[in-house]
């Protein structure tokens, strides 16, 4: 394995400290790989709504040494319970049986909890926050790649991974010089589609005589439908008497082929105030005659996102030094919860590839690079589809259409259990890759 020495240059440089970025940078601290992590945002900002840690990530916790952190930080999700807006149920998701099958149970968590647990892994000096990658540059004969950020920055990287969310910079730039060589692929050239927007935030702690769903042990999870319209929207109880709450809005398809004027690229709450009027006087899940204005009136302005959600399968997941992972090669739609799970698996195989590198030979990265996307793209491409059918479900108009059977996904690539004995081979991250919920009722 290859080192670097020069202050700018490392072995690893990966953009973006999202939950994927974060996730491999923990990863390759563990395995003793130098890397540096570069972050538009100046500074972390508790953004984002509530996200679901698979049976997968958990194990990973487990290995990684944060799975009791984890805990303080979740509640056991049993149940979806998806209902109309005047509370009359539809049917259900059910999680109950995901111990037994997969071994781990259902759990919840706000997104900046899950964030702050990964950045707790990594030495501060390791992410550097307010560097915005630009572009990059990368020759056959030369033994790095140049990444330049807005700032002027360059850094040189042997391997350069895009963890830079949908929009992803090392994406473009990847494309760019691929298209410039005639080679790539026409479908990865068109643009990624949006026919969801959508504004979310996680509450203050909140009062539990108004709120009672809080002292219930589980995670209260429940999602409404209009009957009229396309509005979803969603909540869960979290800990610290907090709710994570969503609405999304499915845009029609006029609508779909014009809104680029609504584009936001980033997280934040540009552009959110409208959508959360115009919702406010939605009942807030749970009933009770509570509206969703409690639930956005109790987040505090800044910490509500507005968001078009995108959809989309990139084929091509590297070329020449630099490889993507989590939101930049496949964009879908949160509403089954795999975004977040599906990046954090994706590191973690790309931290095996890696580790598994012994002379850092542009033969070697490739191959690495090529192991690595065959043990992801077919289950990303299961966790597009099937973000694609919930969102249909949560959208209400499209109820049969959307109709999804109970499925599991399940890839036997060891477990927690094996933990020991895979230690003895090599600071292993692989794990039982499982997803699993049983729809129920009407669908
Ligand atoms: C602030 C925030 C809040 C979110 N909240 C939710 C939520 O509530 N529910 C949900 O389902 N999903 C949420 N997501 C998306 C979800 O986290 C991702 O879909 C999933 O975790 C995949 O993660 P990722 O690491 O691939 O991408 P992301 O989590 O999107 O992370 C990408 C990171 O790259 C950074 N970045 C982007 N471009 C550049 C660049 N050119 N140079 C340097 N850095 C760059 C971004 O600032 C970001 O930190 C949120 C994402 C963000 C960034």
Redo the contacts with the bound molecule.
């Keep these: 394995m290859s080192t670097t020495s020069s202050a700018q240059q490392y072995q690893v440089v990966i ?7 974060l996730c491999l940078g923990a990863l390759l601290e563990k395995a003793n790989i130098g890397y540096v992590i ?4 100046t500074k972390v ?1 508790p ?5 679901a840690v698979s049976p997968s990530v958990q194990a990973l916790a487990i290995q990684l040494g944060i799975y009791d952190e984890l805990q303080k930080h979740t509640m056991e999700a049993v149940e979806c319970a998806v209902v109309y807006e005047d509370s009359t149920r539809i049917g259900s998701m059910d999680f109950r049986d995901t111990q037994e099958r997969a071994g781990y149970p259902s759990l919840i968590i706000a ?1 900046c909890k899950l964030h702050d647990i990964l950045a707790s892994l990594i030495p501060k000096d390791k992410i550097l926050y307010g ?4 572009d990059i540059e990368q020759a056959d004969d030369q033994p790095t790649v140049t990444v330049r950020c807005a700032e002027g920055d360059k850094f040189y990287a042997e391997i350069l991974v895009g ?7 090392v994406r473009q730039a990847m494309y760019k010089q691929l298209q410039e060589a005639g080679q790539l692929p026409k479908e990865d050239a068109e643009p990624l589609s949006f026919s969801h927007v959508c504004v ?1 935030g996680t509450t203050q702690p909140l009062d539990t005589q108004v709120w009672p769903e809080l002292l219930e042990p589980t995670c209260q999870f429940q999602v409404m439908m209009s009957k009229t319209n396309t509005y979803s929207w969603g909540a869960f109880t979290l800990p610290d008497n907090t709710i ?1 709450w ?1 609405v999304s809005y499915k845009l029609d398809e006029e609508a779909d082929k014009e809104s680029d004027v609504f584009r936001n690229a ?2 934040g709450p540009e552009g959110a105030a409208q959508m959360c009027n115009d919702t406010r006087d939605f009942p807030a899940p749970y009933g009770k005659g509570r509206t969703l204005g409690q639930l956005i009136d109790a987040t505090p302005k800044d910490l509500i ?1 507005k968001i078009m959600l995108e959809e989309k399968l990139f084929t091509t997941w590297y070329h020449g030094r630099a490889v993507l ?4 090669c496949h964009k879908m739609l ?1 509403s089954a ?1 795999m ?2 799970n599906t ?1 954090i698996m994706e590191a973690t195989q790309l931290a095996n590839a890696i580790f598994d590198i012994e002379n850092w030979t542009p033969e070697e990265i490739t191959n690495a690079f090529a192991r690595y996307r065959a043990s992801r793209y077919e289950f990303a491409e299961y966790a597009c589809q099937l973000s694609k059918q919930f969102g249909k479900i949560f959208a209400g108009k499209h109820l049969t259409e959307g109709t999804c059977p109970g499925k599991s996904y399940y890839e036997d690539v060891g477990s927690a259990d094996d933990e020991n004995s895979a230690k003895e081979k090599r600071p292993n991250f692989d794990m039982s890759l499982i997803f699993c919920f049983t729809l129920r009722d009407v669908y």
């Design positions: 953009v973006g400290a999202g939950l994927g970025g570069l972050e538009r945002a900002v953004l984002g709504s509530s996200l997104r560097k915005k990658v630009v963890a830079d969310g949908a929009y992803s910079g979310l994570g969503a980033q997280w996102s992972i989590g939101d930049a949160p919860g975004g977040a990046a």
